[in-house]
């Protein structure tokens, strides 16, 4: 079985613009969740989305959005980015009910914000 | 809500000696799980652990999670190069459909 893969693997953009991240579950796969990780923080949940529905979001500003497609892959969009914006941003997916779910994660997308 | 501390920060080891983290969490868990990050990799699950006072062992690594189900520390025996990363543990609330709280990771060095 496939992994989870995530595109792109490395970005660079500049202040102000906005930036698109994929990601795709394993197969059969139908939580994905989203983490930002910085080397202070740890990893820091930013949501998580279950058959097309944001079922919880971590506390980042309306900046940070998402989406799940009906093939259960998952993007997040982060609009007008800022330096501190600039981080890991990982994957990961799982069968169903994230808490008692292994989360199985991607390789991440790693985002320099110039 | 919920919180889990996860202690020391750092550790760095002679090769041979063992090495021990520990999560804490402010509330009762339902589960624990354990994640292993190798330097520039991504979180790898290791074990779940899900009984109060639980003990698994995966070779020189043993896992414990405690009677209270607040708390929970992974062990390594005889640590090997091959142990270098940063270990998570991630936390499941009580309550419904929340997030796995994760700790901010210990990260392992081994010198040979």
């Known amino acids: 079985k496939a992994g989870v893969t995530q595109t792109p693997r490395y970005l660079i953009k500049t202040r102000g613009q906005q930036v698109t991240l994929s990601c795709s579950p394993i197969s059969g796969h139908r939580s994905v969740s989203w983490y930002q990780q910085t080397p202070g923080q740890g990893l820091q949940f930013l949501f998580e989305?279950?058959?097309?529905?944001?079922?919880n979001k971590g506390n980042f500003p309306g900046r940070f959005s998402g989406r799940q497609f009906s093939n259960s892959r998952s993007e997040m969009n982060v609009s007008t980015l800022e330096l501190g914006d600039s981080a890991l941003y990982l994957c990961?997916?799982?069968?169903?009910?994230?808490?008692?779910?292994?989360?199985?994660f991607g390789p991440g997308t790693r985002l320099l914000v110039l | 809500g919920q919180q889990v501390m996860q202690i020391p920060q750092y550790q760095h080891v002679q090769e041979g000696e063992d090495f021990t983290t520990y999560c804490n969490s402010s509330t009762t868990l339902s589960n624990i799980q354990w994640y292993k990050q190798r330097p520039g990799g991504h979180p790898v699950f290791l074990i779940q652990l899900v009984k109060s006072g639980e003990v698994k062992k995966q070779k020189r690594l043993t896992f414990q999670f405690g009677e209270a189900k607040k708390n929970s520390s992974l062990h390594i025996t005889a640590t090997q190069t091959t142990d270098v990363g940063t270990y998570f543990c991630?936390?499941?609330?009580?309550?419904?459909?929340?997030?796995?709280?994760f700790g901010k990771g210990t990260r392992l060095s081994v010198i040979a």
């Open positions: 989305y279950f058959s097309e529905t944001q079922r």
């Open positions: 990961a997916s799982s069968l169903a009910q994230i808490q008692r779910e292994t989360q199985y």
């Open positions: 991630a936390g499941g609330g009580l309550s419904g459909n929340t997030p796995l709280v």
